[in-house]
């Protein structure tokens, strides 16, 4: 079985910097595109940025110019750098990797989710 493993999130005062990293680990053949989401109490579960491989990266228009999202291929982790925090981005946060197994079949995973708490 794959896992997620989701750390970096906290509790800052509006305006500081968090850093959530995801670290995929198991039967993993390659990885396709990750991502991060995130779900507020009462809300849906919204797209926050994708960084698919070999393609360009895509951010919500709430977090343009804020968040930044990378990857370490070869730790098989993808990264969210949320500078400018809001109260507006307090969520949890779930990372979200399409990938190829071992087996070379091709599925969708989610971490379990990591708090993010922004004071005003």
């Known amino acids: 079985q794959v896992q997620l493993v989701e750390s970096g999130g906290g509790l800052v005062q509006a305006g500081n910097s968090l850093r959530l990293s995801c670290a995929a680990s198991g039967s993993i053949f390659s990885i396709n595109a990750m991502g991060w989401y995130r779900q507020a109490p009462g809300k849906q579960r919204e797209l926050v940025a994708t960084?698919?491989?070999?393609?360009?990266?895509n951010y919500a228009d709430s977090v343009k110019g804020r968040f930044t999202i990378s990857r370490d291929n070869a730790k098989n982790t993808v990264y969210l750098q949320m500078n400018g925090l809001k109260p507006e981005d307090t969520a949890v946060y779930y990372c979200?990797?399409?990938?190829?197994?071992?087996?070379?079949?091709?599925?969708?995973?989610w971490g379990q989710g990591t708090q993010v708490t922004v004071s005003s």
């Open positions: 960084i698919p491989s070999g393609g360009s990266t």
């Open positions: 979200n990797v399409d990938l190829r197994r071992s087996d070379h079949l091709i599925y969708h995973y």
